[in-house]
């Protein structure tokens, strides 16, 4: 759960909290992966990776977007999820749309792997990966 600057986890059986995150401004797009990471991202323009483990940042990109990340998408892997992905969508509220292997977050400025301009003021991002019989690739809607 987000609000304001503060993220927290919570056990899904007793709603008692597990880990609470502090973030440097507010958090506007969050969204788990199946590897035991949760990435945010909002008014400070990048994304953060947290280890729900530890509750402590793992990695970050900074500056991944011009203006505040809106939305936050987590592509999982077509094998059957037994490896953890490494495709994070990010959407900004400028209309920009960029596609990251965290792989590459440890290097000293990632670069997208794509990027697409909506020019639109986007709110939010829902992605699925998913191939469906008449798609051959995962989609993005906004």
């Not at 899904?12 to 995150?21: G, L, N």
């Not at 401004?25 to 323009?45: C, F, H, I, M």
């Not at 400028?94 to 977050?105: E, K, L, P, Q, S």
């Amino acid at each position: 759960m987000a609000a304001e600057e503060k993220v927290t986890v919570h056990d899904s059986e007793d709603a008692r909290i597990i880990h609470e995150m502090r973030c440097d401004k507010r958090v506007l797009a969050l969204a788990p992966s199946k590897n035991g990471a949760l990435y945010t991202g909002g008014e400070d323009r990048g994304i953060t990776a947290w280890d729900l483990s530890s509750g402590k940042v793992s990695s970050r990109i900074e500056g991944a977007h011009s203006t505040r990340v809106k939305g936050i998408v987590i592509f999982d892997n077509q094998n059957n999820g037994s490896e953890s992905s490494t495709l994070v969508a990010s959407a900004s509220s400028d209309g920009i749309i960029r596609i990251w292997d965290v792989r590459m977050i440890g290097s000293e400025k990632p670069t997208p792997l794509a990027e697409a301009n909506t020019k639109a003021r986007l709110t939010c991002l829902a992605g699925t990966s998913l191939k469906c019989k008449s798609m051959e690739a995962s989609s993005i809607h906004t």
